[in-house]
Structure formats: C-alpha cells, structure tokens
C-alpha cells in the first residue's frame, strides 16, 4: 500500500496550494481519507477527514473555512486545497486512509512551508 501525497512548497503568506495523494494498492472509496500535518517537536495533527463517499467532511478548528478537502474516487486521489495560508500552516502533511477515528494507513510527507 502506498498513499504519495505531492504538492507541497514554499509559499507566503495568503497563497494557496493544493495537496495531492495518490493511493496506489488499495482503492480509497473502501476508506475515509484524511489529512493530518506535523511541526518539529509537536504531536500530529488531524487537518480534515472526508468519508468514503464523500458525502461529510471534518475539519480542525484552525484550518475551518481556509482548508477543503476533497477526493476522486476515480482517479483514487485525494486532494486538500488549502488558501489563505499562514505561517502556522507550516508543517509536514500526510494523508491516511482509515475508518472514522482510526488510521489504518499512512502515507509520505509533503513539506509546506508559509513565509511571512
């Protein structure tokens, strides 16, 4: 199993950039998918979740209204469009796959970072 996530870069302040994550040997419409991002020296944070078909989507109180989340069955990708971004959006994202509160598996990083 292998979830790459792309995308990421540095940006400034009020920029956008959208997230990618390829899933590859296994088919995401089985999993909610999920974003969560990591700071040096902080505890991984969930970003958004969206379930299986779409139809919900969670999001973290500090990215509500910047962040969407989104996928393509289809394609078997996830994305997450992240605007007005911030310094404190600076962190590594990885995307997962797993089932309500529980993570099954976890893919690579992508590094943003947001200069002020």
């Known amino acids: 199993v292998q979830l790459q996530a792309s995308g990421g870069g540095l940006v400034q302040t009020g920029d956008s950039l959208r997230l990618s994550c390829a899933a590859s040997?296994?088919?995401?419409?089985?999993?909610?998918m999920k974003w969560f991002r990591q700071t040096p020296g902080k505890e991984r944070e969930s970003v958004a979740r969206i379930v299986r078909n779409g139809g919900s989507t969670y999001y973290s109180d500090s990215v509500k209204g910047r962040f969407t989340i989104s996928r393509d069955n289809a394609k078997n990708t996830v994305y997450l469009q992240m605007n007005s971004l911030k310094p404190e959006d600076t962190a590594v994202y990885y995307c997962?796959?797993?089932?309500?509160?529980?993570?099954?598996?976890w893919g690579q990083g992508t590094l943003v970072t947001v200069s002020s």
């Open positions: 040997k296994l088919t995401i419409s089985n999993y909610d």
């Open positions: 997962a796959a797993g089932f309500s509160a529980v993570t099954v598996y």
